[in-house]
């Protein structure tokens, strides 16, 4: 493949999508990996944080917009691009045409970059998402069912076959796997169906209540910030001879309802109080997997979680707690 090699100089990096709630934690791992000059933060509208924008070069982009994507490209000779630029599956449900034009022409546009320019290497995430009602929903396989009911799941599939596409037509080297629900304390997450396991922290500390719009019962799949910045580099550092898969590995820490996250949280709060109100949310989980069966990706590049429901809870709180006694909460 006419590709330039990932190994021996630092990559030059564009993160998409690096204000929201997984870029706003990748970027600085990536600079402090890679050198803040190597890395290049991109946003939309929203303007970066100031570690964002003080930590590294910040540019905007627009992803349905080809020309601003090759614009930074050429500017900063990047060969590798993280494209977290998405809507997620609540918010694509509110807007199903714009899910499909960032996710879909944003993702387009992003590979053809990368065919065009020979770019290295490009990670582009999936999702539970990807999966519906009628997959398996416990130890969810590596190869099963992709009929999601969501646009937002539509999209996920459809980029998944489009990355592995580019993989075997073009020989661009997309990598990307199926996060779960992603549980952090720097960066609320924005339209997603388990952004309520966030958010319960944020309500707990401040007000020691919490209102749920997913039923007490709801096991989804789900993992701590720090697994997913560890897993995301890892499989991007993964030697390709060892990879058996491309887009679509399978990615799991550990699962839990509202009501066992409540209970875990109640061993710090004891009297935080948690009701519960479905919304049109509940239905997008329930047709979501519980638990997930991740042995291709543990086989392939070593993965491993390194955090647990208590582990996770306890962390979040410290941070969270810290943050609140500051007044930033
Ligand atoms: C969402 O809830 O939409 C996301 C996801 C599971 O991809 N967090």
Known sequence: MALKAFT???????????????GSELTPALRQRYGAENVVAAGHKKPPSPELRDGGPFEFIDVTRRETIEAVVEKYNIDTIYHLAAILSAAGEKNPQLAWDVNINGLYNVLEVARERKLARVFCPSSIAAFGPETPRDNTPQETVLRPRTMYGVTKVTGELLCDYYFY??????????????????????????????????EAIKHKRYNCFLREDTVLPMMYMPDCIKATIQLMEADLSRLTRHSDYNLAAFSFSPAELVAEIKKHIPDLACTYNPDFRQQIADSWPRSIDDSAARRDWGWKPDYDLASMVADMLEKLGKKHAEGKL
């Open 8 to 22: 021996g100089k630092s990559p030059r990096i564009l993160v998409t999508g690096a204000v929201g709630q997984i």
């Open 169 to 202: 037509r073009f020989g661009v080297d997309v990598r990307g796997v199926r996060y779960p629900g992603i549980i952090s304390s720097e960066t609320p997450p924005g339209g997603g169906t388990t952004d309520y396991a966030v958010e319960i922290f944020y």
